[in-house]
């Protein structure tokens, strides 16, 4: 009886390890494999060796490992490259040397690149005995076919949630105020649009949308006008119609490049106290926590997460089974419900999803109701949290161990 | 049968409406007044007569309210200055005009100078009809006489859990990692200190001692020589010697004070890759959210902060409760319990409570057992959180309506 192994690579995300957890439990439901192994810091690991034994993994650990965020393997930026034989030869004989038949890959664009190349070259090197299995994850949601990403859901309600939270708090003074809150999705948009769920945004910009200043700006001195606040959402990747990111720009107006300016927040603020359309402008960039706060999770999100592991390791039963992806395709009527599906990883690699340009609606005034009736069931439900000393309770990551 | 007010002021806190919560529900275990009015914008608004009647509220929207974050009746900064007699005639007119026998204040140093301010005019006055009465809230944990300050736990909670969260997706990568949360607290380490509840903190800068360069930089070359990481939690009030906000020297340093620089965690970042012991370094400033996530509160938290609302109207029944603030003590024993206790509001005005000296530990490296022992007991539990659309459901503001 052969063996698998699981690795993630990429960002991690506040749910990623219940892909993980579903993998492991579906092993302990269907032991088609021997040995459940976890290759740690991804390609990059596997190729040193580096795997841990998760096969008799508790129910206990199981259940704490999907509240568990960032990646309990450990992550890598590297990425595999097609000409790198060497890296292709290498991974074969540490798959050999262990006996694994199948691997699972979770991660994002670069990953499904992986996976699709890893199975490319078995098929052109008559390797029979490896195959190649990826699950989605990424809290930019920019990922083709699957209807979502896992890791987004959660990451659009700690975002949404924040906003409404903060909203409160920047409203309790008549002074007049104006909020900036920043957000990641360096080319999509669908984590900064998340935000409108909160209902209290007024201003939202988009990678999607080039930024004109002179609109934007004539928005925010017409809100303040109207109400005296003004709550604005703001893209990492916001950028003008030259492709300029915002951030950048202002650097470079100003003369410091070499400060430390921070993102697209502190650039919107900057434009609006420069242009005197308000007086006062406050930045909050939700940085690294928006992608790892799991004391919010979606229910829906981290149940998802789950099955999709559960779902590539019954497919991967199929001796012909590699080089695909296993997603999420959303049903047809008016109650929330998914069909879990599998498609060619290539399909999916190297592709980006952009927030659609028929749900922006036009002068920065947010997101129209189709892409509220699209991101809504994705946050609902939360999970009962297990604590340990007042703080959710964690596995401690697998490469410490 | 008169009535009584209760008003907001200072910064928000995730728990300062469970505080109005308890007033307005031990009126009506007990109406001992006929109508409870809430003042919107503290002194500010009842200055201007602004006022709701908040005494028949739900028992449903009671709920609501003990898990909305920020003040639901607007706040101020408005300070009563002793010498503006006009300010104080009016106020009582007000007073007189509605029937207002006492006054809640809900807020910190500033709230309670205000509770003597007022209950000293009186008795000076002889005005016999007008009671005041301070309710303590803030964040920073900086109140004297009361063990802790509702609100503190709360965001020290998300302070905890964010760090502990943050800290598990900075060391997925294999690569050098600083990375350097900022909190709240200009003048006391309370906020900054609590992430030491997480764990895994490294270094710890906080108000309280004067801050060395040298001596800190050579602590985080060590740290990142040993483990090739190094986690920072830094108070936005961090100081050099002579008083000079970290922040404020970094900006004076390089030349361009009128850049926007972000705050405290900006500055160490700076510090850090100019003096070259780390090539990396990463910033999260918690900003407004750390005193507003009510979505984490500690039930410890709120159920004391609706406590002391509860006891600050029963204690009001007695004709000669007046400058007097509502307190916690906490009682000896290993099992954490406290006592809710009464102090003239003088003992807290204008009074600091630094995080103590005897608590911290030498060279950056956090926070003594004993400070531990403190700060557990405060984070536990958390309340059952409605929702509605997948987000925690919030009373809309009363300064709304």
């Known amino acids: 009886m052969a063996n698998c192994l699981v690795a993630q690579s990429g960002g991690p995300t506040s749910v990623i390890n219940a892909t993980l957890a579903g993998i492991v439990k579906a092993n302990q439901l269907n032991p088609i494999y021997h040995t459940v192994y976890g290759g740690l810091n991804g390609i990059e690991g596997i190729l040193e060796e580096r795997l841990v ?234 940085s690294t926590a928006q992608r790892c706060f799991a004391l919010t999770q979606s229910l829906v999100d981290v149940e998802e997460s789950f099955k999709l592991g559960m779902s590539a390791h019954m497919r991967s039963a199929d001796k012909s089974f590699t080089g695909e992806m296993v997603a999420i395709v959303r049903k047809e009527g008016e109650v929330y419900d998914v069909n879990y599906i599998a498609t060619k990883a290539s399909n999916v690699a190297n592709f980006v999803k952009h927030f659609p340009d028929k749900w922006i609606k036009p002068n920065y005034a947010g997101i129209k109701d189709e892409a509220i009736a699209y991101l809504k069931p994705l946050i609902q439900g939360a999970p009962v949290v297990l604590y340990k000393d007042g703080l959710p309770a964690f596995v401690k990551p697998y490469y410490m161990k």
Not at 114 to 137: M, Q, W
Request: hydrophobic share 40%; net charge negative.
């Open 53 to 286: 034994d998760l096969t008799r993994m508790s129910e206990d650990e199981n259940r704490i490992l999907r509240q568990t965020p960032s990646s309990a393997l450990g992550s890598c930026r590297y990425k595999l490259k097609r000409d790198n034989l060497a890296d292709f030869e290498k991974l074969m004989a540490v798959l050999d040397k262990y006996d694994i038949e199948t691997m699972f890959y979770i991660g994002g664009n670069d990953s499904m690149d992986t996976v699709d190349a890893l199975s490319e070259y078995a098929a052109k090197n008559k390797i029979k005995n490896h195959r190649f299995v990826g699950c989605p994850k990424t809290v930019d949601n920019d990922l083709e076919v699957t209807d979502h990403c896992p890791g987004f859901a959660s990451a659009a309600k700690f975002i949404a949630s924040t906003a409404r939270q903060t909203w409160l708090d920047v409203n309790v003074y008549t002074r007049e105020e104006v909020f900036i809150l920043e957000t990641m999705g360096r080319d999509a948009g669908w984590l900064a649009a998340s935000a409108c769920l909160s209902g209290i945004v007024d201003l939202l910009i988009l990678p999607e949308k080039p930024f004109d200043k002179g609109v934007f700006l004539a928005e925010v001195k017409k809100c303040v006008e109207a109400k005296n606040k003004c709550y604005i959402v703001v893209s990492e990747g916001a950028r003008y119609e030259d492709g300029t990111y915002l951030a950048a720009a202002e650097a470079k107006n100003d003369g410091f490049a070499h400060a430390v300016l921070g993102g697209a927040g502190s650039a919107v603020k900057n434009l609006i106290l420069e242009s005197k359309v308000a007086k006062r402008a406050k930045v909050q960039d939700l």
